[in-house]
């Protein structure tokens, strides 16, 4: 069992950036991969970013390539996602969670086990 517990979300201006971690206890965090994911309302969750397990890949939607850096310090157990540049469009709830090895691609929600209960965003045009 992992708990990922998630914070820093909040409301910004377009244009402004912001950064949500993502604490994790239970298991050994770094055995895992991690992702992020956001829903904004009516939509369905869509992938955002990635990580490998000790941070060597990552990986990024396009809609947010070059404005947004996912990474992670395994020794305080805590993935970060550092926003730049936001856009109203990037308003959702987000997520994180966690991916064991040897799963399958990491755009797809369905390879990740564990989920943190979610941050809104709120981008203010």
């Known amino acids: 069992q992992v708990q990922l517990v998630v914070s820093g979300g909040g409301l910004v201006q377009a244009g402004g950036s912001l950064r949500l971690s993502c604490a994790a206890s239970?298991?050994?965090?770094?055995?895992?991969?991690m992702g992020w994911f956001r829903q904004a309302p009516g939509k369905e969750r869509e992938f955002v970013a990635a990580?490998?397990?000790?941070?060597?890949?990552?990986y990024y939607a396009d809609s947010v390539k070059g404005r947004f850096t996912i990474s992670r310090d395994n020794a305080k157990n805590t993935l970060y996602l550092q926003m730049n540049s936001l856009k109203p469009e990037d308003t959702a709830v987000y997520s994180c969670?966690?991916?064991?090895?040897?799963?399958?691609?990491?755009?797809?929600?369905?390879?990740?086990?564990?989920w943190g209960q979610g941050t809104q965003v709120t981008v203010s045009s």
């Open positions: 969670a966690t991916k064991p090895p040897l799963s399958g691609s990491y755009y797809n929600e369905n390879e990740y086990r564990y």
């Open positions: 990580i490998s397990s000790i941070g060597g890949l990552t």
């Open positions: 239970g298991r050994t965090f770094s055995n895992y991969g």
